[in-house]
């Protein structure tokens, strides 16, 4: 018993800094964050993509020649998807920055001016075209699987633009800039739809255990779907992520135990 004991208690002190990582670093223009399945810290800025892994700067890759990034999406953080919005491009990228194929521009797959897109199941991707607001699921060989035309008008929301989207636990999440929250089955099915208000600009979407997390400076949103329930609003006090940012210094900390920060 006694060896047993001091084997958990050698393996919590290994471990125990490994869930309690705090990471700090300084990144000019820093535009958002992503926390993959791995605990990896993704940090992005206009054409700077850095990750940190355990309590070092694991990489950091510059993305001048493709345009500025508008998302990413570490659904797959072997496969990392980057969104050059501007440019109707996407990019993947493995845990350690490298480019998997070169870069996709939606025109050459017969896509109109994307306005949002993300990573799903079985290696596919998801698209919001931008003009006409439809909704497009493609296999993981960039072939069309089914489409679902007119969103504004299946949401009732006529100003929608689709600004941020994930795919969590078999729903896909559609955010519009006026603040409509949608929530799809994986198949194209509309489930529910949610009204919270005009988002700013520097909102983020991130995935949570059972739902997802949207952030501001201002709010915080968390809307869990399994089991359904109305999204839960408020003032944002601290990062449930564990994530700051001190754009005056163009500085960054995370800890990977936002309840113990």
């Known amino acids: 018993m006694r060896r047993l004991i001091a084997c958990v208690i050698f393996l ?13 670093g300084q990144l000019p223009g820093i535009k958002g964050h992503q926390i993959d399945p791995g605990k990896q810290l993704w940090v992005w800025s206009d054409q700077v993509l850095r990750v940190h892994q355990t309590d070092t700067l694991f990489f950091d890759q510059s993305f001048l020649q493709a345009g500025n990034i508008y998302s990413i999406d570490v659904y797959n953080p072997l496969k990392v998807l980057v969104f050059f919005k501007d440019q109707s491009q996407i990019l993947w990228v493995d845990n350690r920055g490298a480019a998997l194929r070169s870069t996709l521009n939606f025109m050459d797959i017969g896509l109109e ?4 897109e993300a990573s799903g199941y079985d290696n596919g991707l998801w698209v919001v075209t931008g003009q006409d607001m439809t909704l497009i699921r493609l296999n993981q060989h960039l072939k069309e699987e089914f489409k679902v035309p007119n969103l504004h008008q299946l949401t009732k929301d006529p100003q929608a633009e689709i600004a941020w ?19 799809w089955d994986i198949f194209g099915g509309l489930i529910s739809v949610f009204q919270i208000g005009q988002l700013p600009e520097t909102t983020e979407l991130h995935r949570c255990p059972g739902g997802i997390l949207l952030q501001n400076e201002q709010t915080e949103v968390r809307l869990l779907s399994n089991p359904p329930r109305p999204p839960e609003i408020k003032k944002r006090t601290a990062d449930q992520t564990g994530f700051s940012v001190d754009r005056q210094k163009d500085s960054y900390r995370w800890h990977s135990n936002p309840d113990k920060k």
């Open 12 to 24: 919590l002190g290994f471990l125990w800094p490994c869930w309690n990582q705090t990471f700090q």
């Open 113 to 116: 001016q994307a306005s949002a």
């Open 165 to 183: 989207m994930l795919e969590q636990q078999n729903r896909l999440y559609l955010v519009s800039k006026t603040g409509c929250i949608s929530v």
